[in-house]
Structures are given as C-alpha cells and as structure tokens.
C-alpha cells in the first residue's frame, strides 16, 4: 500500500503553525529558552519524521513500479509461452461448455480451446431461475411434464437440457427454456462432443443449489463423455469437492494462464484436480519432456 503523505504533511503544517504560535508567546510572554529548545526539538523530530515517510512512500512506490514490471513480464511470458505448450493438444476434438453459476466465464477459457486446436461447439448458460419453486412448476405444467417436485424436478431440467446439447432432438423443449429465460444458448446442438466444461463455483454468499450441477455431470457420464468442472479463483463458494466425488477432473483457477493450461492437458488426456486450493492436488499436470535437437 502506498502511503499517500499529503496529509502527514498538512497536519505537520498546522502543527508548526501552532509551535510558532507557542515559540512567539512563550519568548514574549516568558522568556524562557528552556521552552523554546524544547519547541525546537519537537519541530526537528516532526521534520525527521516526514522526511521519513517520504523516503518510505518512495521506497513503497519503486516496489510497485517493480511488482508492474514483473506482472507485465509474466504476462508476455505466458501469451507467448502457452501457445506452445497448448498447440494441437485438442486437434479436431469438439467440446460443449455448460455455464452454472450465472455469473459466465473469462472469454481466455475458449481461447485457450481454440489455442489448442480444438472447438467449442455450443455453449448453454443455465440462469438461477431453476431456484424458483413457482417457476420452475409452471415451466413443468407448459411442457407437459409428468409431476415432480424438488431434485427430480431439477435433475428433469438439467437432463432435458443435456439431451438437447448432446442430440439436438428437443429444440421444443430447449426453446421453451431459452423464452422463460432458464437458459441462453449459443453454438449449434446435437454435435457430437469429445467433452464437457462445466463451469460452476458461485459469487453468492450462501450456497446455491447444486442439484443441477450433479445432474448434468451424472447425464454425461452414463454416456461415458469426459466431464471438467471449472471455477475461477475467487469465487465466494466453490463446487470442486462436490464435483471430485463424481470423480470428474476439476480445475479451480480457471481465470489464470496455469488454470487455462490444465483445463487443456485435463481434456487431453490427463484426469486430475487441478489448481491452488485445498482441493486440488497439484497446480498443473505433469508436462511431457521434448528432446530438444
């Protein structure tokens, strides 16, 4: 933190306005030089003290001049260097993106797909709205589904979704929950994928229904399609320890170069929890050495 001694110094100022005020009276009214070496000191140790927070705040500002320096040099360094590391890990191979925590997800996540080689081919953003007991019974009575309430009414929701991802052959259905904003889509349905990314977490204080999530990931995998789940760094609640007992890959920094990096490598090939926080073994995959000729 930089320290900001403008108002050190206008508080120094009023406080040697006041000890000239009391060097003035005191010389005049009492003529005692004991009390005016004794102002002096105050004011010289006063002086010593700004020109001590100037040398710090000059010391805190050439440390983040430095800190800047490296963040951008880490930067370049990772634009440059990730693309090596990515290319064609994900040739030809499609994947659909399923968003979960109705908040979206940093556009460097289908970058990195693409930097890979791959395709994203359809990406379906699910809207909290399934939390709502009124709604979600209305949208049930709509499209003629049989009564169900509580998980089976939200595992009905994520599967019917799921199938329209996976095989295109419900857009009734799909269009439906795109007009009562349960879902926006975008990409094409019913392409064959050689993955899912879900990406979930949430910045909700209190923890959203997860129901959905484990739906989706249970619909994926009886077709035995790879599921990863995503979360960015901060998220107020995460969702990777819920998604590592259904025995999917996760990565929880999905918003960094490293995060983006494992996704990649998880998709291709190698399974693993992934990231920096207490529930991800390791930071990154163990990288393939190449024999430099």
Do not use: C
Request: no cysteine.
């Amino acid at each position: 933190m930089i320290v900001d001694y403008k108002y050190h110094i206008a508080s120094l100022v009023a406080v040697f306005l006041a000890l000239g005020i009391g060097i003035l009276i005191g010389s005049t009214l009492l003529g005692n030089d004991a009390l005016i070496d004794y102002q002096k000191q105050v004011t010289d140790r006063l002086e010593n003290q700004l020109q001590s927070l100037r040398e710090t705040n000059e010391a805190i500002q050439a440390r983040a001049n430095t800190l800047e320096i490296d963040a951008n040099m880490h930067k370049q360094f990772e634009k440059q260097v990730l693309p090596v590391l990515m290319a064609g890990k994900l040739a030809e191979k499609k994947f659909a993106l399923v968003e979960l925590n109705s908040y979206g997800f940093p556009p460097e996540l289908t970058e990195a797909i693409a930097s890979a080689g791959g395709q994203v081919s359809s990406i379906t953003s699910v809207s909290t709205l399934y939390d709502d007991k009124q709604a979600l019974e209305k949208l049930q009575q709509e499209l003629g589904w049989e009564a169900a309430s509580g998980e089976k009414l939200i595992g009905r929701l994520a599967t019917e979704i799921a199938d329209g991802i996976v095989t295109g052959e419900n857009p009734a259905v799909v269009n439906s929950l795109a007009e009562n904003e349960i879902i926006k889509t975008s990409g094409e349905y019913g392409i064959p994928v050689d993955g899912v990314i879900i990406v979930g977490g949430s910045y909700r204080e209190n923890k959203r229904n997860i129901q959905i999530d484990i739906a989706f990931i249970n619909y994926f995998q009886d077709l035995n399609i790879p599921v990863v789940g995503v979360e960015e760094t901060d998220v107020a609640y995460s969702t990777m320890k819920e998604y590592q007992r259904k025995h999917v890959s996760t990565v929880d920094n999905i918003d960094t170069a490293p995060g983006q990096l494992a996704l990649v490598l998880a998709l291709s090939g190698k399974p693993g929890h992934y990231g920096v926080k207490s529930t991800a073994q390791t930071l990154l995959p163990e990288l393939e050495k190449r024999e430099v000729k």
